[in-house]
């Protein structure tokens, strides 16, 4: 009798499995510690040892690999404030010890207060940058949302999927398509994320 887990190319059941599970029996976190040899030296002369290092990997199956799913597009704030914010960081830092220094009754007070007008002016300034990235990134983040959307029916699609050792292909149960495992994204509705533009850590795709 067939059943709706049959390869739609051989007809068989018996090569069949779920890619979901496949991918989750292919993949093991290997965790341990490998030795270290150190030499040093003090006033009694050069010593040499070994240590131990902990370290942590990932192991997978070569088939797990090729069936793994693919990852959430990730969005990040705009890039625009780091060019605002980093050249002058130190400025921010001075500001923050002249206000300790202008409680000193025996300081210039003047020309102190004139500093940190300056760093109350620039915080505004970063204040103002950062609105107008808020206002330029609203078309991005509306495309994001609509890339998450795809991204977790492809998710949807990517848990059905089964795949027929015998005949090395996917298929999804009660659909009439086979692929190879090369066009796992073409099986699941899915096209690879792109950067998008320069000035944001923004990515999109073509839905």
């Known amino acids: 009798p067939s059943s709706s887990l049959d390869c739609p190319k051989c007809h068989r059941i018996d090569s069949v499995s779920k890619v979901s599970a496949i991918v989750q029996g292919g993949t093991h976190q290997i965790n341990g510690q490998i030795p270290v040899s150190y030499t040093s030296h003090d006033s009694e002369g050069w010593h040499s040892g070994t240590s131990y290092e902990s370290y942590h990997a990932t192991q997978q199956s070569n088939l797990a690999s ?3 799913p693919p990852e959430k597009p990730i969005k ?17 830092c001075v500001g923050m010890v002249t206000l300790v220094a202008i409680t000193d009754p025996k300081s210039e007070l003047l020309p102190k207060l004139g500093l940190c007008l300056g760093v109350i002016i620039y915080a505004l300034f970063l204040f103002g940058v950062w609105r107008v990235c808020i206002w330029i990134d609203k078309p991005f983040k509306a495309k994001h949302a609509e890339n998450i959307g795809a991204w977790e029916y492809s998710i949807s699609r990517w848990r059905e999927l089964y795949y027929c050792s015998r005949d090395d292909c996917l298929f999804i149960p009660g659909e009439r398509d086979m692929y190879n495992i090369s066009d796992l994204y073409s099986a699941i509705n899915w096209r690879p994320v792109k950067r998008f533009n320069p000035f944001f850590n923004t990515y999109l795709f073509k839905p």
Do not use: K
Not at 76 to 92: D, H, K, Q, R
């Open 66 to 68: 090729r069936l793994m």
């Open 76 to 92: 990040a704030y705009s890039g625009l404030l780091n060019l605002a914010i980093l050249p002058f960081l130190p400025f921010i």
